[in-house]
């Protein structure tokens, strides 16, 4: 088997499919590959090249045209200036609160500020204190706080500053006490990979071999490195990795880090992990940190299938497995001698699936979720006995922090359609009680919208859930321009989750529908891997039967219904838009996987080998190639309109895989709908900034709804004449 026939012939590009779209001039090559006696070609094979100045030259035109026709789209500003309003409301939002030694930090954002800043306070009433601007890192750079990380004494910080959206991180290290960066810099790292070691003088990080962040090399041989404060980044030991400790066999794809848990702080607790939900976990004397070596001991192996959450208990260890209980159950086993295979049930299956636990000092806390509404279970690790903790409102739940010295935690409650809640839980007592870091605020005409959960019957008859949000006058009469998105996979559930800026679009008439296909976990382990591998056809194929149904039950039209697919979701709408061209309107590939079989070739392809498959075996690269949007894109077929996203700075998803996709339509469709590529070239695959993630997904949603009909969407009329209007009759 030949596995990478490449020859390559440069061949002029062809004329645009539809004059009028006048697209930039696409050539092709003469590049195929053989997977196990199957020749596929690749014509688009040399906009993986990225750094070749012709290709640059093809994404900057691409993405000039698409910011032209977007700019003529007077709903995009439109849903800009309302969502910005919308923000202004809020007085302030919080994330990643973190408490060491009665210090509670956090980032906080203002209603009026593009990104957070990082703040503390004395204790949960004490004054608070801002520490880091990031505005004010490098003048005429934007930069946001990607994570942070306070010191066991609560005298240290440790930041992961990042720009445009790129992952990797520049780690700089603030003195709490002076609010002074201290001279240590360490570049590239992996935004939330600085751990500290218990004395708060030195912390673990991962290192790359590479400074060149759309490198091959970036993901690959990785080192979970310690930094000693004040000393040279070259000498930095390497701990972990499969140069330091070979008989480990750690693949070049995976990732190893550390960290230290204050319950257990003379111990290292180490994983070597890819996207691959199962653990690889490993321990360590802290006190090795002096010897020369690190003798590493085994806690868990691939094939004792620990998955979602594990911890550390005195002489015991808790984890949860999904052997003999496909929603999952939590188990335990020694820590000195480890034995799942034997491991004692400390919490048996349930009828909703368990989603993970957090741990405070005393208690494990199990978050369950049966896909839309979630529970909270307090498991007492000292008499192991569970108890149910209520909580306020139906809705999804979340904990975001749990405080490893107390009992105290943080849990949010979110609906689609109302602000999410922050309370402050006592664990000992199981109560909750508002939090201080709780925005409140009312958001005119959301009391005008409703949420329906419903489940649609797939393909094979198997029962799919279907989250739709409305105005509750709407007219199920088919007139409704839709939007439906979706993901499925690794495992992930999109559990309801309040966002201002779908709530305020569904304002203007429209419905928004969020597909829970086969891959995510909304109905365990079994509903993963029936959207896994081989089975991932399941995954588009759910999403198609979402839409039939909303088209079914008059919420839309197919000529009214937009689709859209983010990231790993990009295989989700790309084949859902080749299978079924005639049930939608337009779709969104949002920095998505459209090539799979080519996203070994990417830098954060080999560790995501254990989700989609590698082409090395047989029935692994027929799956990839059934998951490839580009390779069913067929010439002389009417598709929908196609908008593809790429962020130049993606550390995940390589622009060059919707770019080839918009490349394969362009060239292929006869329906005279626009397929266009947007390129953000000051984002990644996310970013924290406010502006550029309101300009982003304004410009996805005006997409959409500009080729559903939707009246406030339609082209200025001094464009009209050079931007055909596809969603006019």
Request: proline content about 7%.
């Amino acid at each position: 088997m030949n596995r990478y026939l490449l020859v390559v012939v440069v061949v002029l590009g062809s004329a645009p499919s539809f004059a009028q779209w006048k697209y930039p001039p696409t050539k092709t090559v003469d590049a195929t590959d053989t997977y196990f006696g199957k020749t596929v070609k690749d014509p688009w094979r040399w906009l993986e090249t990225l750094k070749d100045p012709e290709v640059e030259a093809w994404f900057k035109a691409q993405a000039k045209l698409t910011d032209d026709t977007l700019a003529s789209l007077p709903g995009r500003e439109l849903l800009v200036k309302e969502w910005t309003a919308l923000d202004r409301l809020k007085p302030a939002s919080y994330a990643n609160v973190a408490v060491e030694h009665g210090r509670v930090f956090y980032k906080k954002t203002l209603a009026a500020e593009n990104v957070g800043k990082l703040y503390f306070r004395e204790g949960w009433n004490g004054a608070e204190v801002l520490l880091f601007d990031p505005d004010t890192y490098k003048p005429g750079v934007a930069t946001t706080i990607g994570a942070f990380a306070p010191s066991f004494d609560g005298r240290k910080v440790v930041l992961a500053l990042t720009s445009g959206g790129a992952e990797y991180s520049e780690l700089r290290v603030l003195e709490v006490d002076k609010k002074a960066l201290l001279p240590d810099s360490i570049f590239p790292s992996w935004a939330g990979s600085a751990t500290w070691a218990k004395d708060s003088a030195s912390f673990f990080y991962l290192a790359t071999n590479t400074a060149d962040l759309k490198s091959l090399e970036i993901e690959l041989n990785t080192k979970a490195r310690l930094h000693v404060l004040g000393t040279d980044v070259a000498t930095d030991r390497d701990l972990l990795s499969n140069v330091s400790h070979p008989e480990l066999g750690i693949a070049p794809r995976e990732f190893p880090s550390i960290a230290i848990d204050e319950n257990s702080p003379d111990l290292l607790q180490a994983t070597v992990a890819t996207v691959q939900t199962e653990m690889r976990a490993y321990t360590a004397s802290a006190a090795d940190l002096k010897k020369k070596t690190v003798a590493w001991k085994p806690l868990a192996r691939l094939e004792d299938k620990l998955v979602r959450s594990m911890a550390i208990d005195r002489d015991d260890v808790y984890a949860i497995t999904y052997v003999d209980a496909p929603r999952y159950r939590v188990v335990r086993t020694s820590l000195k001698k480890p034995d799942w295979a034997h491991a004692t049930t400390v919490v048996p299956e349930a009828a909703d699936s368990l989603q993970y636990f957090a741990r405070s000092k005393h208690f494990l806390f199990l978050v369950y979720s049966n896909g839309i509404v979630g529970r909270l279970v307090k498991l007492d690790l000292a008499t192991k006995k569970t108890t149910e903790v209520p909580v306020p409102a139906p809705g999804s739940v979340e904990l975001p922090w749990c405080d490893p010295n107390g009992d105290h935690c943080l849990l949010m409650l979110s609906t689609w359609t109302a602000p999410t809640a922050l309370y402050d839980l006592d664990g000992a007592k199981g109560t909750l009680t508002k939090s201080v870091f709780d925005s409140a605020v009312t958001y005119p005409g959301f009391d005008a919208l409703v949420s329906e959960e419903v489940e649609v019957p797939g393909h094979d008859g198997t029962m799919v859930p279907l989250s739709i949000i409305h105005r509750k006058d709407l007219k199920l009469d088919g007139s409704s321009p839709a939007i439906i998105e979706g993901y499925g996979a690794y495992g992930i559930s999109l559990t309801p989750w309040f966002n201002p800026r779908d709530c305020a679009t569904v304002l203007h008439g429209v419905v928004f529908a969020i597909a829970h296909p086969r891959g995510g976990s909304e109905k365990g382990e079994a509903w993963y891997r029936a959207g896994f591998k081989t089975t991932k056809p399941n995954t588009w194929k759910d999403f198609i039967s979402s839409a039939e149904y909303l088209v079914k039950k008059g919420y839309t039209s197919p000529g009214k219904l937009g689709g859209t697919g983010t990231s790993a979701g990009g295989i989700l709408i790309s084949r859902a838009l080749t299978e079924r061209p005639d049930l939608f309107a337009a779709g969104v590939v949002n920095v998505g996987i459209a090539n799979a079989l080519r996203v070994e070739n990417s830098p954060n392809g080999p560790g995501n080998i254990p989700e989609f498959g590698t082409v090395a075996i047989e029935a692994e690269a027929a799956a990839l190639y059934e998951m490839d949007g580009v390779q069913h894109v067929v010439k002389g077929t009417k598709y929908p309109a196609v908008l593809g996203v790429g962020g130049w700075n993606d550390p995940r998803v390589s622009p060059w895989q919707p770019g080839k996709f918009v490349a394969a339509v362009q060239s292929a469709s006869t329906s005279g709908k626009p397929a266009m590529l947007k390129i953000n070239y000051d984002d990644g695959h996310f970013t924290e900034e406010k502006s550029v993630t309101f300009a982003n997904f304004a410009g996805m949603y005006a997409f959409l709804l500009w080729q559903s009909g939707h009246p406030e969407f339609q082209p200025r009329p001094t464009a009209a004449a050079a931007v055909p209007d596809a969603g006019r009759k």
